[in-house]
DNA sequence: GTCTATATCCAGATAGAC
DNA sequence: GTCTATCTGGATATAGAC
């Protein structure tokens, strides 16, 4: 083969991945890993069943490679937050908005946030959950620090950080939920996340 | 059959029933419909096989009679909570501070509250979810009306009465799960919950 | 690289003995 | 009422043609 035909082939390689990706994260947020059949992902992605195999071990190792993507832009995300010029918060009603924004629209964030939902909730060996949820406390510590420093300056109320934290994350998961199964319910105003911690 | 035996007969009948529920409750509450097998259920119960077929006529009606219970459950609950002699606040409070408190300790209150979150993520026919989830607005309602009553005697802040109801349920949700996937994470201060609707 | 056809396995559900 | 043995379908994964 040519050098050419090489970089093609690589170009096409990498194209199929992402359609099977691509489908593969509808399916899995909307159904979760069990309850996903490789059929479903194969006629959401207008692929043959025998593709997927091709570019995949196993139906396992798609959704995992989702899981790991959706983790590391959610911490990238919240880092790019957390460098903003802003006030800490600020970085709250940022964060708040940006993620609420994402479940509203629905595109790929908000089906990244349930990819995570579900893994959250499979049981897994000890070894892969470490393995798969290892960076997923990046974005809880980033906003203890934000709710830290605005513990400091006063705009954020005496109260535990990391409890604060994850309360705001979990009530994100939540509203998430209900956008979920009530496609048409009005999202809360992101106000009312900023409310929880603000002085 | 004499009426003696037909009664002792009810009774274990009964007490069958319920110890396949109270089995496939954790097995369902832990790892969702999709991903829960029928030998699952039956080693956590220590029953065989064949008996659950004898008292439920599928997997699905197992679940679905939990999720039942699950929501009417919480409803009275939280009606039980609105009738009390207390201030709008204090009655959020309460709620607050009794769900955190179930979860806490881990009791069937807690993996009732997973399966209405499996229930809620699975698809299924618009028909089935009226079915099922016809009453889950109860609470949602019910807070609603204690946020309204609240706010007009000025103790909780003015925002849309729905939209906190529902934010309100969300971050219990979210709770559940942090504690799912981390179960000795310490649980949040149930007055975090209150800080999110009071003026 | 992509497809169709097939092997293999396993889960839900049933039948029938005790 | 409860159990064991079995049927049956369907899902993952593979083999091999194109």
Do not use: C
Request: charged residues 25%; without cysteine.
């Amino acid at each position: 083969m040519s050098p050419r035909n090489e970089e093609q082939n690589a170009i096409i390689k990498d194209e199929r991945r992402e359609q099977i990706l691509s489908a593969a994260l509808k399916v899995f947020a909307t159904r979760g890993f069990a309850a996903t059949k490789i059929s479903d992902i194969v006629a959401k992605g207008g692929m043959s069943h025998g593709l997927v195999y091709h570019y995949f071990k196993s139906k396992e190792e798609i959704f995992f490679e989702l899981v790991s993507r959706a983790l590391s832009t959610s911490g990238e995300s919240l880092l790019m937050v957390e460098a903003m010029p802003l006030s800490p918060l600020q970085k709250v009603r940022e964060t708040a908005k940006h993620i609420l924004g994402g479940i509203d629209e629905w595109e790929d964030t908000s089906y990244y946030f349930l990819i995570v939902i579900h893994a959250s909730m499979m049981e897994m060996t000890a070894e892969d959950k470490e393995k798969v949820f290892g960076n997923s406390q990046v974005p809880v510590e980033s906003m203890m620090r934000i709710i830290k420093q605005g513990q400091d300056i006063g705009e954020i109320r005496q109260a535990d950080p990391l409890e604060m934290a994850i309360m705001f994350f979990a009530a994100l998961q939540g509203i998430a939920f209900y956008k979920l199964s009530m496609p048409n319910f009005q999202l809360p105003d992101p106000e009312l996340l900023v409310y929880m911690v603000k002085k």
